[in-house]
């Protein structure tokens, strides 16, 4: 049987399997701080192998194990998760007072199969991902804002750089990694789901944020993202004008959700408003207050 090491980090006590070593990376002390160093960690090169069946379906169950908001829970599944290599970590955040769990693979391991933060205060009710961490830059800062702004949310960051292994580690565009999995199980449950990406400036010039339903159909949640958003940037609504190649109709983890009538929002910021707090800010209150009262 794995022996695990415990190692006190902060308010945080984080377990892992006693064979790998901490990271030299400087320890975390909030959960701001794990997510920002995973995703600065993540390289091109790393190696990576997508997870097996059995290895995804071990991972899922235990995840929604945790979707009960019973804190309690987290020990019954710590010894899975741990045996795929990932650490497992209990906090309060700061910010909010909410108890969370941080499940976490190691940085460009070859089972670099993401990041996953649950609020443990309350049952789950909205999944949010961060498929491109490494690319998208500040998508993770901006996913876990939202997840501190709507209580009950799940925060789902791809553990790997989207080049990875000849484009292995796309985790909006493959379907074998616990990313998508994850994301299946959510659309099989129902939930609705928000997926953060990034633009550059120069990619859609006529537009500061693109809301689109994936593969879906627009609804309500995605008209009142978009009204509200409108007095502070330019809004592309994709299922009214084309906004290019920013709309998301291809990707893996809105296909699902369409097939299941699940609530899918792909949400594409600009450069320009990923750069600036007060912007992004603003987009993320706009969009929690629309799940808040769901």
């Keep these: 049987m794995l022996g695990v090491a415990v190692v006190l980090v902060g308010a945080l006590v ?18 701001e701080e794990r997510v920002q160093q995973y995703s600065a960690a993540l ?25 009960s908001g019973r804190p309690d829970d987290v020990p019954a599944v710590a010894g899975p998760l741990r045996a795929l290599g990932m650490s497992v970590a209990q906090g ?29 205060t309350r049952p789950t009710r909205l999944a949010l991902q ?14 876990l804002d939202l997840f501190r702004k709507v209580p009950g949310s799940v925060l789902a960051v791809s553990g790997t750089h989207r080049a990875v292994a000849n484009g292995a ?30 633009f550059g400036d120069d990619s859609l010039s006529s537009a500061d944020a693109v809301i689109s339903p994936g593969a879906g159909e627009a609804g ?28 998301g109709r ?19 910021a600009s450069r320009a408003v990923r750069d600036d707090a ?7 209150s706009v969009t929690a207050e629309v799940f808040a009262r769901a």
């Design 278 to 284: 007060a912007t992004w800010q603003a987009m993320v």
């Design 130 to 143: 961060v498929p491109h961490p490494a690319n998208d830059l500040r998508t993770d800062e901006i996913g």
């Design 169 to 198: 580690g796309d985790a909006a565009h493959r379907t074998d990694s616990m990313f998508h999995a994850l994301a299946v199980e959510h659309s099989d449950r129902g939930l609705p789901q928000v997926q953060l990406h990034g």
């Design 250 to 268: 291809r990707n893996k983890q809105g296909g699902v959700a369409a097939e299941h009538g699940v609530t899918f929002v792909h949400l594409e």
């Design 43 to 67: 390289r091109e090169d790393a190696a990576y192998r997508p997870p097996s069946n059995d290895e995804r379906r071990t991972f899922v169950d235990a995840l929604t194990s945790l979707s």
């Design 92 to 120: 309060v955040d700061d910010r909010t007072g909410r108890a969370y769990v941080i499940v976490s693979s190691e940085p460009n391991a070859e089972r670099g199969w993401g990041l996953y933060v649950v609020d443990l």
């Design 220 to 247: 309500p949640e995605h008209r009142r993202i978009a009204d509200g958003l409108e007095d502070v940037l330019r809004v592309c609504r994709a299922w009214t004008r084309d906004c290019g190649q920013l709309e």
């Design 14 to 31: 984080v377990a892992m399997p006693a064979h790998e070593e901490p990271s030299p990376r400087p320890a975390a002390t909030s959960v």
